[in-house]
């Protein structure tokens, strides 16, 4: 079993971390590759941490072989602010050996220490590993529906 540390990202971390998030969004979810510029762009506004910030998990040999991203945001129900870990990763070789619960510790932990309502995440339909995961950890699935909608195509497009 390897074994990783968590923290949070850095300055240093920008070239490991491009070609992890680029296998979560290209490979892992077989979405289209993002502009290079828009995904340094991402990178450095969680660098920044006032919008969100990122955890990558280490090991001892410097590797990183797993991310996680917290988004800033709030909660009307809850008039308070919230935490939304919109991905986590690990790769494949990696899965089932701990990564993925630190990084998930590392999100809730940070969500209680800066006093955060709410952690919440999605997961897709058919990711029953994921599912199986957040369902291990103690996740509670929601009775809300999520959509999303291109704000760009027509109604009813």
């Known amino acids: ?8 990202a850095v300055m240093q971390d920008i070239p490991q971390l491009k070609a992890l998030m680029l296998a979560y969004i290209v490979d892992f979810y077989q979405y289209r590759q993002p502009e290079d510029d828009k995904l340094n762009g991402l990178i450095h506004t969680l660098l ?7 955890f990558v998990a280490e090991t001892e040999d410097g590797t990183l072989v797993g991310f ?10 809850r008039a308070s602010k ?6 986590l990763y690990v790769v494949e070789a990696e899965r089932g050996q701990g ?5 998930f510790a ?3 932990g940070y969500a209680a220490r800066n006093g955060y309502a709410n952690l919440t995440w999605t997961t897709a339909k058919d990711n029953f590993r994921a599912q199986g995961f957040y369902d291990k950890i103690g996740g509670d699935r929601s009775d809300w529906l999520t ?3 291109n704000p760009t195509s027509g109604i009813g497009d």
């Open 1 to 8: 079993m390897t074994q990783v540390t968590i923290r949070e």
């Open 48 to 54: 920044e941490q006032k919008e969100g910030i990122q």
């Open 68 to 77: 996680a991203t917290l988004y800033f945001t709030f909660s009307t129900l």
């Open 82 to 87: 919230i935490a939304v870990m919109n991905d």
């Open 99 to 103: 990564a993925a619960a630190k990084l």
């Open 106 to 108: 590392a999100c809730k």
């Open 147 to 149: 959509y999303s909608v």
